[in-house]
């Protein structure tokens, strides 16, 4: 069983910087795609930066030039850099890891980390 756990959320200014970790339990975290989604209340959980094993990125448009995904294979954790950081990033932020072969479909969530911005 994979198992992932966050952390780095917390109240923070806006304006302000935020990292949060996620930490894969097991060592074939090299072969998972990460990615870290966030769902504020009333709203649906959404897609706000992966990372491929390979290492390719993708944002969501609300987060472009502000936040940075990354991963540590050697440490079996992926980060998520949050700068310029605004009320509406307020949510509950989720990491996933998930892995497509030919027989099967892997995705694994962690239990989330609160973020909350506000002066």
């Known amino acids: 069983q994979v198992q992932l756990v966050e952390s780095g959320g917390g109240l923070v200014q806006p304006g302000g910087s935020l990292r949060l970790s996620c930490v894969v339990s097991r060592s074939i975290f090299r072969v998972y795609a990460m990615g870290w989604y966030r769902q504020a209340p009333g709203k649906q959980r959404e897609l706000v930066a992966s990372i491929t094993s390979g290492g390719s990125t993708n944002y969501a448009d609300s987060v472009k030039g502000r936040f940075i995904i990354s991963r540590d294979n050697a440490k079996n954790t992926t980060y998520l850099q949050m700068n310029s950081l605004k009320p509406e990033d307020t949510a509950l932020y989720y990491c996933?890891?998930?892995?497509?072969?030919?027989?099967?479909?892997?995705?694994?969530w962690g239990p989330g980390t609160q973020v909350t911005v506000s002066s």
């Open positions: 996933n890891a998930h892995r497509v072969t030919s027989l099967f479909e892997y995705s694994y």
